[in-house]
């Protein structure tokens, strides 16, 4: 059975400090996804990673960066969390040639205060 | 203006009625339209794929792409109220950078409620 996890479902912070969000899977997939949801904007791409030490911008990645030591585990960090960060992020990873079948985490609502 | 739009409704209808929910497109790059179910406090799962335009049927779903018009559609039938989740449409293009991989653009998702 799939398994993408993320390492707390809540996560409470003040703003300024540097935030870290993991996730980790065990389908061997290359290509892994995070994402931010709020309402009203849907799903929006931070940073994606297609290898081990790869990664790529997505469409809002200013105050985030990535790290992935290893092919299963990939973090996003929150270097100076502001009350704008707060929201759900996601994290998805999908089998390189089978792109529309990306596989969920559960997601970490992570409130700014 | 949004590559991908969608209704975020809410939507409430009585169980059996027929279901449809929409997007629209402007990015005629897509290759591959999806739609994704998220329930209540849990990541989106895959429903349905499809590549080209025309309909494709899964028990009592159907993925409608219309590509000249840049519309696409699901369709439920017999709605129940366990079909009661977030509906996210998603589109995806190549990234010509790295091999093989496509990048997918959400629309913004409907809830859609079904009323025993």
């Known amino acids: 059975d799939v398994k993408v996890t993320q390492s707390s479902r809540y996560l409470v912070k003040r703003t300024g400090e540097k935030v870290f969000l993991e996730c980790v899977q065990d389908?061997?997939?290359?290509?892994m996804f995070w994402y931010r949801q709020d309402p009203g904007l849907g799903l929006r791409l931070i940073y994606f990673?297609?290898?081990?030490?790869?990664?790529e911008k997505g469409d809002i990645p200013e105050g985030y960066s990535v790290s992935r030591e290893k092919k299963e585990r990939f973090s996003l960090i929150l270097e100076s969390a502001s009350t704008n960060q707060t929201s759900m992020y996601l994290c998805?990873?999908?089998?390189?040639?089978?792109?529309?079948?990306?596989?969920f985490g559960p997601g970490t609502r992570l409130t700014v205060t | 203006q949004k590559e991908v739009e969608q209704d975020p409704g809410p939507l409430s209808v009585p169980e059996g009625a027929i279901v449809s929910l929409n997007c629209t497109y402007s990015?005629?790059?897509?290759?591959?339209f999806m739609w994704y179910r998220q329930y209540s406090r849990k990541g989106p799962e895959l429903l349905m794929y499809?590549?080209?335009?025309g309909n494709k049927e899964d028990g009592r779903f159907t993925a409608q792409v219309d590509k000249s018009s840049k519309y696409i559609s699901l369709f439920i039938r017999d709605s129940q109220p366990s079909d009661s989740a977030t509906y996210l449409c998603?589109?995806?293009?190549?990234?010509?950078?790295?091999?093989?991989?496509?990048?997918?653009?959400f629309g913004q998702g409907t809830r859609l409620t079904i009323n025993p």
């Open positions: 998805a990873t999908v089998r390189r040639g089978l792109h529309y079948e990306q596989y």
């Open positions: 389908m061997d997939h290359e290509n």
């Open positions: 990673s297609y290898d081990v030490k790869m990664k």
């Open positions: 990015n005629s790059a897509f290759q591959y």
């Open positions: 499809t590549y080209s335009s």
């Open positions: 998603a589109m995806s293009y190549l990234l010509p950078i790295i091999q093989g991989a496509q990048k997918l653009v």
